[in-house]
C-alpha cells in the first residue's frame, strides 16, 4: 500500500499575511495518519512558514532548485541552501519551467541528482503538450522525460522520490485528465521504472497534476496507479485543499 502524497504548488502567488492564514487552516485541518501533504510557497516565504509549519505533519517544499551546488550562479538557490530552510521536498521539471524557461531534460535530470544529494526528496514533473497528445506521442515523451533522468540518477534513485504526471494541456486550465487518461499514462510509467525493478517501480508514489479540485479529485485518486495529487490554483483555498487532502486520504 503506498501511501498518499499531496504536495500544493503555489506558484507566484500569496503574501505574508495571506500565508499565514492559509498556513494555519492547513494545520488546523491536517491528518498526520492518512497521507503526506507538503506545500511549496514561492522561495522568498520559505523560511517563514517553515517555522509556522514547525511541529505539524505538513512537509515543506521548493517549486524549484538550482543544480549547482554552490558559487556565481545570480538569482539561483541551491537544494543545500533550500533543505538549511526547513525543506523536505522540491519539485523539478515542472512544465512552467520547462517550457517558460526552457529547461530541458538534462537540466531537469541534474537538478534531480542535487536535490537528492543533499536527502531532500525531488518530485519530478513529465507530461506532453496538447500537440503532443494529439499526435499521439504522449508516452514516447514521458519516457523521454523519465529516462533522462533514469541514465543521470540510476533507477535506485527513484526509490527515494516521487513522480508527478502532469499534462501541460491539463495545468491551469480547468481540464483535467479523465481519471482513463491519467491512469493508463500512470500504469505506463510504474511499467518503465517497474521494467528496471519491480519492487522500486511498485512502491513509487505516482501523483497526477493538471486541475485538480475538490469535485475530480476523488475519481482521479480511486485509479490504483495515481497515489496522491501534485495540485496548483485549488492548493490556494484552504478548504478546497483540504477536501483534495481527504479525498487522497
Ligand atoms: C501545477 O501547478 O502543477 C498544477 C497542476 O496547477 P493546477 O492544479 O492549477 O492545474
Not at 506545500?39 to 516565504?45: G, K, T
Not at 482513463?180 to 519491480?198: G, T
Request: glycine share 10%; hydrophobic share 45%; proline share 3%.
Amino acid at each position: 500500500m503506498r501511501r498518499p502524497v499531496l504536495a500544493g504548488n503555489w506558484k507566484m502567488h500569496g503574501t505574508r499575511a495571506e500565508n499565514a492564514r492559509l498556513v494555519d487552516a492547513l494545520i488546523e485541518a491536517s491528518d498526520e495518519a492518512r497521507c503526506d501533504v507538503v506545500i511549496c510557497p514561492p522561495l522568498v516565504y520559505l523560511w517563514e512558514i517553515g517555522r509556522q509549519l514547525k511541529d505539524s505533519p505538513i512537509g515543506l517544499g521548493a517549486q524549484d532548485v538550482c543544480a549547482e551546488a554552490q558559487g556565481a550562479f545570480t538569482g539561483e538557490v541551491s537544494a543545500a541552501m533550500l533543505k538549511d530552510v526547513g525543506c523536505g521536498y522540491a519539485i523539478v521539471g515542472h512544465s512552467e519551467r520547462r517550457q517558460l524557461y526552457r529547461e530541458d531534460d538534462a537540466l531537469v535530470a541534474r537538478k534531480f541528482v542535487a536535490v537528492q544529494g543533499v536527502a531532500l526528496v525531488p518530485i519530478l514533473c513529465v507530461g506532453e503538450t496538447l500537440d503532443e497528445r494529439e499526435r499521439g506521442v504522449t508516452e514516447e515523451i514521458v519516457a523521454r522525460q523519465l529516462d533522462a533522468v533514469l541514465a543521470v540518477a540510476g533507477i535506485a534513485a527513484f526509490a527515494r522520490a516521487v513522480v508527478a504526471y502532469e499534462p501541460v494541456w491539463a495545468i491551469g486550465t480547468g481540464k483535467n485528465a479523465t481519471p482513463e487518461q491519467a491512469q493508463a499514462v500512470h500504469a505506463f510509467i510504474r511499467a518503465r521504472i517497474s521494467a528496471r525493478d519491480a519492487m522500486i517501480g511498485d512502491g513509487l508514489r505516482l501523483l497526477y497534476g493538471g486541475s485538480v479540485k475538490a469535485a475530480n479529485a476523488a475519481e482521479l485518486f480511486d485509479q490504483p496507479d495515481v497515489d496522491g495529487g501534485l495540485v496548483g490554483g485549488a492548493s490556494l483555498k484552504a478548504d478546497e485543499f483540504v477536501r483534495i487532502c481527504a479525498a487522497a486520504a
